[in-house]
């Protein structure tokens, strides 16, 4: 059991953590720092970060069904990929000792804010212009990479899916975010069928935060047509840099 002030902390966090997923695809940069906040271990709190994140999926997903319609065989097609990668990264994960993951998160989360940060440019995401077999094979093999990213720490693992979706598909960018939101909870629930088998998952803190997931990722894909993205990306970003900092301080200094 948890205390209350905890519970309903971890709420919190989870819908804000929905909300930007679903505008920024940088859930974890919000979830994974409020379990280490309540106490949770660096590795452990991965593991239990991403056995919640498939609920913020499953929230976008209720309130993708319009924006996807007639484009899920394009999206499963898709989650092979994911799939594959996830079950890699989580493999990985378990593998090598905790002490590695501690020391590799501080430059994944200062990696994603910089890939947050370039994701705002129309510029980035405009890759489908001169499309060749090798770049689409290439954008195919990339959403493997997204995948093993997916499954070992997750952060950024939306936008480098967004990237490569946006390669592939003729789609606009709502049903491309749409696709991304369903492909990437499906890569952290081979994870976790993964984590459930081969290490502890704190499933007490995993209800409140599931809850918050879900309720941000509905409002979340919502919202992403009239909210500010910019405004979500440079503060998530400012967040993030603090973060690293601070996990960079805990794993090098102390």
């Known amino acids: 059991m948890i205390l209350m002030g905890t519970f309903i902390f971890l709420i919190v966090a989870g819908i804000l953590a929905g909300i930007v997923s679903a505008v920024a695809s940088m859930a974890s940069l919000i979830s994974y720092p409020a379990l280490l906040i309540v106490g949770v271990p660096p590795v452990t709190a991965n593991i239990t970060n991403t056995a919640s994140l498939i609920f913020t999926g499953a929230g976008s997903a209720m309130s993708s069904l ?18 594959i990668g996830a079950l890699g990264g989580s493999l990985l994960l378990l593998r090598f000792p905790g002490t590695v993951f501690e020391k590799l998160v501080p ?24 499309r060749s077999k090798k770049g689409t094979l290439g954008a195919y093999l990339g959403l493997i990479v997204a995948g093993v990213y997916t499954g070992y720490f997750g952060a950024a693992a939306g936008v480098l899916m967004l990237i490569f979706l946006t390669y592939i598909s003729n789609d606009n960018f709502v049903v491309i975010n749409a696709m991304k939101n369903i492909i990437g909870s499906l890569g952290n629930l081979v994870a976790l069928i993964v984590f459930i088998f081969g290490s502890k998952i704190m499933w007490s803190m995993v209800v409140p935060m599931a809850i918050g997931l879900f309720i941000g ?13 910019k405004t979500v990306r440079w503060i998530t970003a400012g967040f993030s840099v603090i973060l690293a900092s601070y996990l960079f301080y805990t794993a090098y200094i102390l």
């Open 66 to 83: 319009k924006d996807l319609r007639g484009h899920w065989l394009e999206t499963a097609k898709y989650s092979v990929f994911i799939l």
């Open 107 to 130: 430059f994944f989360v200062l990696f994603s804010a910089g890939m947050l940060l370039l994701s705002g440019s129309k510029k980035f995401f405009d890759l489908s212009k001169n």
């Open 217 to 229: 990722g509905f409002l979340g894909q919502k919202s992403i047509h009239y909210l500010s993205a």
